[in-house]
């Protein structure tokens, strides 16, 4: 007998039909003898629709009640998920994160999850009962309900795994794995068997869409087997585990995209100490992650620095950045977001040498411009024009041998 997490997302429980699904392989799982506790997301879609009524309400939403209103949408699948199981005899009992007792910090939007207690949850499991757990969602050290970031639920999932020490952690989602890339762009983009934490975690960071990158570095870290895998069919998934020796160690094991990218170039920075510090530490304070950084070789004691946030942070990021440009007396500011990362991640590339200047010499054949580089152990990303997105990633996919035999 063994503890089954199993996390089912937005579109595995996107109408009633759907959730049946769900509860039939929640039952099926039972009746093999296991242990079960399900963390679900919201509906798809309506997690976007909750943002744009609080977007709707006011222009900066208060954090708090922000929060509260966003994590609803799970707390309709978890109870409809419970009802129908009962329906279908097999004992349920739905937890919202506050009920579980989920801790996080205090970062509204974005908080992370400090512990999570197991006491009720146990409970519920020696009587027999699935529990059924609101993803996505806790509560900080005053009881305020807080949520976890996009695509949380992956990260709800893994926590609950990691601290009921379960056996696995079934993410079920629309695709039956993880891909060399992304199939919608390269149709002869192939399904991994397995993947290591470091690779997955990279991919995840570089755009890939499957999991939290938050979810992955939990796994990692409490070594939480997590397996990939589609709600609608039986076949393939992928398992997200430690490096093994037997792992046949691939130079580039997979190629991502991210679109959710924007450039800000702060021009004629006086090149002196503290500077980069007076650009980013206000930027950290408000929470907002700057991805790339690169800063130009001085000229007469001036600089240009130029890094990248995710675009939805861009007005803040530019409203605190316009002031510092202000206060440290460089020159102005240019923000460009009509860019895309593209990354190639592999843990092959620790012991091959030219994978970036393969990288970069693919790119170059097809006239396409790299703006910004920056690299890993495992990863090389590249920041170029938006619109050259789908060809930088199927010419490397082609590059490095990614797809399928024909
Ligand atoms: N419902 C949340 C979202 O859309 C959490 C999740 O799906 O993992 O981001
Ligand atoms: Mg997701």
Redesign the pocket.
């Known amino acids: 007998m063994a503890l089954v997490v199993q996390k089912y ?2 579109t595995s429980v996107g109408n009633l039909d759907k959730i049946a699904n769900v509860a039939k392989k929640v039952i099926r799982t039972k009746e093999e003898g296991n242990d079960v506790v399900v963390v679900l ?2 509906m ?1 879609g ?3 629709r909750l943002i744009q009524l609080a977007q709707k309400a006011a222009d900066e939403p208060d954090p708090r009640e922000y929060d509260a209103l ?1 994590s609803t ?2 707390q309709v699948t978890v109870t409809l998920l419970a009802i129908m199981l009962n329906g279908m005899g097999c004992p349920a009992k739905s937890f919202l994160g506050f009920q579980v007792r989920v801790h996080t910090d205090q970062a509204f939007k974005k908080a992370r999850i400090l512990d999570v207690d197991t006491e009720a949850i146990r409970a519920e499991l020696k009587k027999g009962i699935v529990v059924v757990v609101a ?2 969602q806790g509560i900080d050290p005053e009881n305020n309900i807080t ?10 999932a893994v926590a609950l795994a990691a601290a009921l020490k379960a056996d696995v952690c079934d993410i079920y989602t629309d695709v039956d794995g993880v891909y060399t890339t992304d199939p919608n762009i390269c149709s002869n983009a192939r399904r991994l068997d397995r993947i290591t934490y470091d690779e997955m975690l990279e991919m995840a960071r570089a755009g890939a869409k499957v999991l ?1 990158p938050r979810s992955v570095e939990l796994a990692k870290k409490f070594n939480v087997p997590v397996y990939v895998k589609s709600s609608f069919t039986d076949e393939g998934g992928t398992l997200v585990t430690r490096e093994e020796k037997e792992m046949e160690k691939e130079v580039v094991s997979g190629v991502t995209y991210d679109r959710d990218q924007a450039k800000i170039t702060v021009i004629h920075v006086p090149d002196r100490p503290g500077v980069a510090a007076r650009l980013f530490m206000p930027l950290s304070e408000k929470n907002i992650l700057v991805d790339m950084i690169i800063q130009n070789a001085s000229i007469q004691g001036h600089t240009d620095l130029t890094f990248t946030v995710s675009r939805k942070d861009i007005r803040e990021a530019t409203r605190i950045i316009s002031e510092v440009v202000r206060d440290v007396g460089a020159e102005k500011l240019e923000v460009d977001d009509n860019v895309a990362k593209v990354s190639i991640i592999g843990v092959g590339m620790i012991s091959h040498s030219g994978v970036a200047a393969r990288m970069f010499d693919t790119l170059a054949r097809e006239g396409i411009n790299i703006m910004m580089i920056s690299t890993s152990e495992i990863k090389v990303s590249c920041v170029v024009e938006a619109k050259y997105t789908e060809l930088a990633v199927t010419v490397l996919h082609d590059a490095f041998g990614l797809g399928k035999e024909p």
């Open positions: 997302g937005g997301s919201a798809s309506e997690t976007d966003i949408g799970e993803g996505f949520t976890l970031g996009r695509g949380g639920s992956d990260t709800s939290q």
